[in-house]
Structure formats: C-alpha cells, structure tokens
C-alpha cells in the first residue's frame, strides 16, 4: 500500500512539470498576467538571465564581432574595401599618366625629324643587319670597326654611290643610324615598361590601358617595319634597274605614317587625361564650357577641322614619296615647273613606268614612282592645304561662329594660319636651294608642327560623352 502511494505522487510531481503546460494559455498570460496558480510553471518555463557567454562564443571568440552592428566598428570594413579598390580601375586616369604621354609623343617627334636627318645625310644603309639587343651597342674595336665596313662594301650604295668612302667617313654615318636605332629602343622600354607599371596599379581606366597596350605593340610594330624598310635597300632585286640606290618610297612612307600614327595617338591621349583632370577641378566653369562646345554654329567648324587634319596627314605622305625618289631635286623653282606652272603630260604619264602590257597601271604607278608626278601632286596637296587653313580662318572670324568659339579654340585656328605659311616658305625655301638638309629638316619638323596644331585644335572642339557625363557627376555631388 506504501508502495503504492508513493507510485501516485511520483506520478503527480511529472504531471506537474512545464512539459504539459498549453502554449495557448501560455501567451495569453504573457499579455493578462499569469495567474498565483499558475507562477510556478512559468517560472519554470521563464530562462534564467544569462550572466555568461553562450557556449558558442565561448567556443569562438569573434562571433559576437560577425552579429555586432558595422556601425559599432568603424574601421571593420577598410580592409575589404581597399582590396576591392585597389583591385578596380578607376573613372580618371592619374594626371601623371597625362604627362607621361605627351613626354613619349616629344620624344617621338624628336625620332622622326632625326629619321630624316638620318636619311638626308643617307645615313640609313650604312648598318646591314638588325640586331634588336646585340645591336644595341656600336662596335668596340678596330676588328669590329673593320667587320662593320666590309658588310657596308659589299651594299648596293657603296659600290653605286661611295665607293671612295674611307673608314673614318663609314663611322660618322654609322653613329648616325646607330642613334636612331637606339632612341627607337630607348622610346620602347621607356613606353612599356611605365605602360605595365600603370595598368598593375591601376591608375588609368580601361579604355586608356587599353590605348596603352595598344600603342606598345605599334612601337613594336614600329621597328620591324623600319627594318623592313631598311632591307629595301640592301638588294639588288627590291629596286628597279638603274635607278639610285634607296629605300623603297613606300615602305619609307609606311615607315613615317605608322610613327606619326603612333605620335598622334600618345599626344591626344595624353592631353585628354590632362584636359578632364582640368574641367573636373571646376565642375562649374566645366558645365558652360561643355555647353559652349555644344552649340550648333561650332559644328561644321569642328567638321572642317577634323578633314583639314586628314588632308595635312594625307600631304605628309606624299611629302614621304618625294623623300623616297628624291624628287626635290628636279623642277627646283616655284610656282612653274619648267616653262608651265606642270611638266608636259608625255611627262607626267611616262610609259616607263607601266608594268603592264595592257598598261593598266599606267596610272597609278606614275602618281607613286614617277619623280614628276609626285612632286607635282605633293605642290597640288600642299597648296591645296594652305588655303583650305586661310579659309577655316575665314570661317572662323564670322559673326556667328566667332561668338560661339572660345578663346582657346580662336588661338588655335590663329595658330594654325601661322603654322602652315611658315611650313609653304620652308616647302618653298627647300626646293629653291635644292634640298638643303638643314632646311629639308626643319621642312619635315614643320610638317609634324602643323599636324600638332591641327590635332590641338580638333581637342579643342570637342569633349568625349564619358568627360561630360564625368563632369555632370562631379556637378551633382558638388550641389
């Protein structure tokens, strides 16, 4: 019976317990109270105040830094976010990159005029073989001297043209090319190297890592199309019969069109970073500028400025076939060539210069190899430029687009009227005295002058989408 008893009372302590406690009645007490019959129960049910940590960040000492708020630690995220910035291009270029162009583009006008120093003083033959790293350094010894010599007599030119030449006469022209050849590498290494520098730190966009890249490999371009051109030379079978020893016209031409290419594409890019620099300094002032570029009577401005630029690039070339036949050295007066301002047409369309039965070539290979025609159409190209800039000025000083243009874009076009009447008296000057080399020089630096005014003044007239929407943000955050 005892037994028995203490069965029942067992029974009634586990009936008792919270596990059988409705949790319908649960929450209403939670809003009416618990009731005295009830406070036991919940009070069991209640958890008891935690005065410890839990056992899951005993375990982990950095879980209550995960659920803290970001707010609560303000320095929490800096790590994340730098490594994500520094991993990202950014919207502007750095302004060092701006410089670093247009220092590049100096140096490789200064390659250029010294290019056709190298070929006026017919320096360029003088090395026959193309050594990108052994030929960096000239030769050490009198053995080496010697060596260097007996490739040169054993060239077209030297047998042609210097067959009297003594050793002392090889080294200077040597030196000559040997300069050009290294300056060509020095502008190389000196591009791409900052080039990898830049884009690995991330301080130019994409577009310009991309311009970047792409001006390396036209450097590199660059060199193999003047050895090529080189080669031209060095042949018996590259050049027509009789004719002087000298490089192709046209692979000379491809030579000086791929540097001016690449000279064009450092200065422009590098003046654009520079220019987007200057109108985010001052949003405000940048917003009515960029509206003043916008307004309807700069746009056929900006359209002649843009083909008067093609046409100064489309004369420099045919300035290069001149070069290549030597076609300065006849017809020197001006404006006649002989007794009428062109030569007789027997003349001009010689069938010497057909290759063709059908004589279906007559016509073009007259334009390109016939030293008169190309002299003739480089004066047709040149004179054609000089007024097609007298009359942009023109244009430019009427009413309406002389209001809307800005004070940088009237200097330029000024500029560009002085820039091109000194390169017609040089033009002129050169034929006159028979193509001095001092004034053949300063001919082919002015031509790279005007082409740099032109390009100047075509930044002038217009801005990219990209540096007006840049501005317009740089405005917003501003108000």
């Known amino acids: 019976m005892a037994f028995f008893q203490l069965g029942i009372r067992r029974t009634a302590l586990q009936l008792s317990r919270p596990s059988f406690v409705c949790r319908q009645c649960l929450r209403q007490q939670k809003f009416i109270g618990p009731s005295s019959s009830q406070s036991s129960i919940v009070k069991l049910l209640r958890p008891a105040p935690r005065r410890y940590a839990t056992t899951e960040s005993r375990a982990s000492p950095t879980a209550s830094l995960k659920a803290a708020s970001p707010a609560s630690f303000p320095n929490s995220g800096s790590s994340a976010s730098s490594k994500s910035a520094s991993s990202s291009f950014p919207e502007v270029s750095s302004k060092t990159v701006g410089y670093f162009l247009v ?41 080496d001297w010697q060596a260097e010599f007996d490739k040169y007599r054993a060239s077209p030119e030297f047998k042609l043209l210097n067959p009297h030449m003594t050793l002392g006469e090889f080294k200077n022209i040597y030196y000559m090319e040997w300069t050009h050849r290294l300056w060509g590498r020095v502008i190389g290494l000196s591009f791409v190297l900052p080039t990898l520098y830049f884009v690995a730190r991330r301080r130019v966009t994409p577009r310009m890592a991309a311009s970047l890249l792409g001006i390396s490999g036209l450097i590199g371009f660059q060199g193999f199309i003047g050895w ?39 200065l422009l890019a590098g003046l654009s970073v520079l220019r987007t620099h200057r109108l985010l300094a001052n949003p405000a002032a940048a917003s009515q500028t960029l509206k003043a570029l916008q307004s309807p009577a700069l746009a056929p401005l ?11 690039f489309v004369t420099a070339m045919s300035g290069a076939l001149v070069a290549g036949l030597d076609a300065g050295m006849i017809y020197n007066e001006f404006p006649k060539m002989g007794v009428g301002l062109t030569p007789p047409a027997s003349e001009l369309w010689d069938g010497f210069y057909s290759r063709r039965e059908d004589r279906s070539d007559l016509w073009w290979r007259n334009m390109l190899e016939n030293p008169s025609t190309v002299q003739l159409d480089h004066r ?6 000089f007024f097609s800039v007298v009359a942009l000025f023109a244009y430019s000083r009427r009413g309406r687009v002389s209001a809307a243009m800005a004070a940088d ?12 009447s000194a390169q017609v008296a040089l033009g002129i000057g050169t034929l006159l005295y028979m193509v001095p080399t001092s004034l053949a020089a300063a001919h082919q630096a002015g031509a790279l002058g005007l082409l740099t005014v032109a390009l100047v003044l ?9 540096t007006m929407a840049l501005v317009q943000k740089r405005l917003v955050k501003s108000r």
Do not use: N
């Open 103 to 143: 220092g590049s583009a100096i140096s490789v006008l200064g390659i250029i005029v010294f290019g056709g120093l190298t070929r006026l003083t017919e320096s360029g033959l003088s090395i026959t073989e193309w050594k990108p790293v052994t030929g960096s350094l000239p030769p050490m010894s009198a053995a």
């Open 409 to 420: 874009v009237r200097k330029g076009v000024t500029g560009l009227l002085h820039m091109v």
């Open 228 to 266: 090529w051109m080189v080669k031209s030379g060095l042949k018996d079978d590259l050049f027509a019969p009789g004719s002087h020893p000298r490089v192709s016209q046209y692979r000379l031409a491809a030579h000086l069109g791929t540097a001016i290419a690449c000279y064009a594409w450092m």
């Open 302 to 312: 900006r359209r002649y400025a843009a083909a008067l630029t093609a046409l100064i």
């Open 458 to 466: 075509g930044t002038r007239l217009r801005v990219s989408p990209r």
């Open 380 to 385: 047709i190209l040149a004179t054609t430029t």
